[in-house]
């Protein structure tokens, strides 16, 4: 069964929302998760690792106020698009490994965020 | 970071043939990943082959990997419909778990 839940799968709203996504782990504990983006037919691009307790990093060219990470938790991550406009939506995907070292990701199944 | 390469881009087999993708990349490497993405949905872990590990088997699955020439490969034997998804190869370096990503090869198994 899944490892990584992410929630919601599907958002779809107006132009100036904000829109928060969560990311848990469900049977470990992630200091550090994931966040990434993903266009059609597209790749993975990483925004931003979250990491438990302390600032996120992010990733040349996000900006941090767009895309706020909070990480209050071992177990959650959220990852919140502020005012969203068309230009973000987006695939959003949240990832978390086990234990650090040479560990698969386990990968949440993504929200398609959709703005009008 | 910059992003490996993958090729092709886009594949179409019969049921029953094998299938074969390619993952360049450009740094040096912990270890690399193989994941498998079905439409609209997250990654599933494949295999994970490490620096100093130069193939590596899961079922019908078989993982090569060249740091001499920084590229891998993934065989998918006796293919199946099922096996109709996005394949993605990603390289893990330093001492964390950040992942960098290929291009991917889109996978299409026909019956």
């Known amino acids: 069964g899944a490892v990584v839940s992410q929630h919601p799968s599907r958002v779809i709203c107006k132009s100036g929302t904000s829109v928060k996504i969560e990311c848990r782990s469900l049977?470990?504990?992630?200091?550090?998760m994931f966040w990434y983006r993903q266009f059609p037919k597209k790749s993975l691009m990483l925004m931003a690792t979250s990491n438990e307790g302390s600032k996120a990093t992010y990733e040349q060219g996000v900006e941090k106020d767009k895309f706020l990470i909070n990480h209050a938790s071992l177990t959650l991550s959220t990852l919140t698009v502020t005012s969203a406009h068309p230009e973000d939506s987006s695939f959003y995907i949240c990832?978390?490994?086990?234990?650090?070292?040479?560990?698969?990701?386990?990968f949440g199944d993504g929200t398609r965020l959709s703005i009008l | 970071s910059q992003q490996g390469e993958e090729d092709p881009q886009a594949l179409s087999i019969q049921e029953g043939e094998n299938a074969t993708m390619n993952c360049s990349y450009k740094t040096s490497i912990n270890n690399l990943q193989w994941y498998r993405q079905n439409s609209g949905r997250g990654l599933v872990h494949l295999i994970l082959i490490r620096s100093n590990e130069r193939e590596k088997h899961s079922g019908r699955l078989r993982v090569t990997l060249d740091t001499s020439k920084k590229s891998s490969s993934l065989l998918i034997t006796a293919s199946r419909a099922a096996d109709t998804a996005s394949y993605f190869c990603a390289t893990a370096g330093g001492g964390g778990n950040k992942l960098t990503f290929g291009t991917g090869t889109q996978l299409k198994v026909e019956l």
């Open positions: 990832s978390a490994a086990r234990s650090q070292g040479n560990q698969p990701q386990h």
């Open positions: 049977d470990f504990q992630a200091t550090t």
